[in-house]
């Protein structure tokens, strides 16, 4: 599976982003999806997840109410809708393919983007 991240940019502070995921190489109907983002000088951290069914969604705290994950497997694409962004939204952001919809773990998805970058100006 290959993943191309898009979306990103440089937006003030109360923006709107949505970033996209397009899978290639192989259907993404029977895979979780997660998002994560590593901003400068720390450890990368999952965003957001969805379960291969579409429904089953996790988030980070900070990030529950301004950002929504959601699928469409016609396209085989998946989003985050990104809003009321903040300056501490500003990071490389990552869409990510595994098994089962993991916040917090890394090592469970196989399969990586390379990444579209986010900044937020206060």
């Known amino acids: 599976v290959q993943l191309q991240a898009s979306g990103g940019g440089l937006v003030q502070t109360g923006s709107s982003l949505r970033l996209s995921c397009v899978a290639s190489?192989?259907?993404?109907?029977?895979?979780?999806i997660g998002w994560f983002r590593q901003a400068p000088g720390k450890e990368r951290e999952g965003v957001s997840c969805?379960?291969?069914?579409?429904?089953?969604?996790r988030s980070l705290e900070s990030v529950k109410g301004r950002f929504t994950i959601s699928r469409d497997d016609a396209k085989n694409t998946v989003y985050l809708q990104m809003n009321s962004l903040k300056p501490e939204d500003t990071a490389v952001y990552y869409c990510?393919?595994?098994?089962?919809?993991?916040?917090?773990?890394?090592?469970?998805?196989?399969?990586w983007g390379q990444g579209t970058l986010v900044t937020v100006s206060s």
């Open positions: 990510a393919v595994g098994l089962r919809c993991f916040l917090n773990n890394e090592d469970r998805y196989d399969y």
């Open positions: 190489g192989e259907s993404l109907d029977y895979y979780a």
């Open positions: 969805i379960g291969s069914d579409g429904e089953y969604t």
